[in-house]
Structure formats: C-alpha cells, structure tokens
C-alpha cells in the first residue's frame, strides 16, 4: 500500500514537471479575455507610471492578495477568507485619480471583475475560492500592468491546476509555493517572469 501511494505522489510530480516542458504555450502568460486587448497594448509599450497615489492603494490591494494566496498553499479556508474581505474593502478604496480617462475605464473593469471574486472567497469553502483566486491573479496581473508596484513580485504558473488548462498567480518569493494545489503539490509550478 505504501508503495502504491509512493509511486503515486511520485507520477504526479514527474507529470507536473513534464506539463511544464511538453507544452511551451502553456508557459506563456494567461490574461483574462475581458483585458486581452489592453493587457498586451501594456506589454508592447512596456510603460510604467510614475509615482502617485495609486501605488500605496495597490500595495494594500497586494499585501491582501499575496494573503489570500499564502492561505491557499497553506489550504486554510478561513484565512483565505478573512484576507478576501479585506481585500474588497481594498478594491472599494481604491483611488482612480491621476490615471488618464482610459486606464480609469480599464482599472474600472478590472477592479469590478476582482471585487466580485474577492467577495467570492470570503464566503466560499476552499476548493470555490482556488476557482475565484485563478480570475483574481489575471486581474491583478492585468491592473499591476496599469498601475505598476513598489513591491518586487513573481508571476508563477501552474500547469496542472483545473485539469490541465493550468493557472497563473503572484507571488512575493521566488520560491514556488502553488495556492492551487496546497499542501498536496505545494511545489509544482514555474516562474514566468520578475515584476518590478
């Protein structure tokens, strides 16, 4: 039986490593299709803002989601939870000011789309809120785009999350910890690219 479960733990994790080498377009960046268009009009000019006010609301914006994240990998609902809440307040305070009309429409869009999944996990059991916190990561990729960060940030990915289709989030370290698998696979995933 022991052996069994051995060689069980030990396919899933060739099975992760392999889903990294076997498909270079999953190693690509995701982005939600509601922000396709802008995010890649981002990518191309490659421009970061200057400071402004915006900045210190999404370092708190941030700080509630590498929370949210860090219960995940940790696989505590209630943690994941409280940090959701937060984080809507979070959203809800959000200054828009000293953007141009466009990126305010964009933040708009964006923040509604997270607030909605932030409220998502604070009232969900786990498994809902892995589901919630995969849309979260694309947005908050997305809005870091617009408002860039004082916080340095790794944008990992995971291959195997929601049966194959694979999953992308931030992080603070450079060190893989998968808020999609938790404890079963804490370390399978990649880093895609540094932030900041």
């Known amino acids: 039986m022991y052996t069994m479960a051995l060689a069980a733990v030990i396919m899933i994790t060739v099975s992760c490593k392999d889903a990294n080498k076997n ?3 999953k190693s690509k960046p995701m982005s939600n299709e509601m922000h396709q268009e802008n995010e890649q009009d981002h990518n ?6 200057g400071e402004n006010s915006g900045k210190d609301a999404s370092s708190a914006i941030i700080n509630n989601y590498l929370k949210i994240k860090n219960a995940l990998v940790a696989d505590n609902q209630e943690d994941a939870a409280e ?3 937060m984080l809507v307040t979070d ?3 959000f200054d828009k000011n000293g953007y141009s009309s466009e990126e305010q429409q964009e933040l708009t869009d964006i923040i509604e789309d997270a ?11 786990i498994a809902h809120q892995r589901e919630h916190f995969d849309i979260l ?3 908050m990729i ?6 860039g960060t004082n916080i340095k940030l790794y944008q990992d990915y995971c291959p195997m999350y929601n049966d194959n289709k694979g999953a992308q989030w931030l ?3 450079e060190e893989i910890k998968n808020p999609y698998m938790g404890s079963r696979m804490p370390g399978c995933g990649k880093m895609q690219k540094e932030i900041n």
């Open 83 to 85: 940090a959701g809440g």
């Open 91 to 93: 959203f809800e305070n």
């Open 115 to 125: 607030k909605e999944h932030a409220e998502h996990i604070a009232e969900s059991p």
């Open 44 to 49: 191309g000019s490659e421009r970061m803002r």
């Open 142 to 147: 997305d809005m870091i785009a617009i408002t």
């Open 23 to 25: 498909d270079p377009e």
């Open 137 to 139: 990561s694309k947005d």
């Open 171 to 173: 992080s603070s370290t």
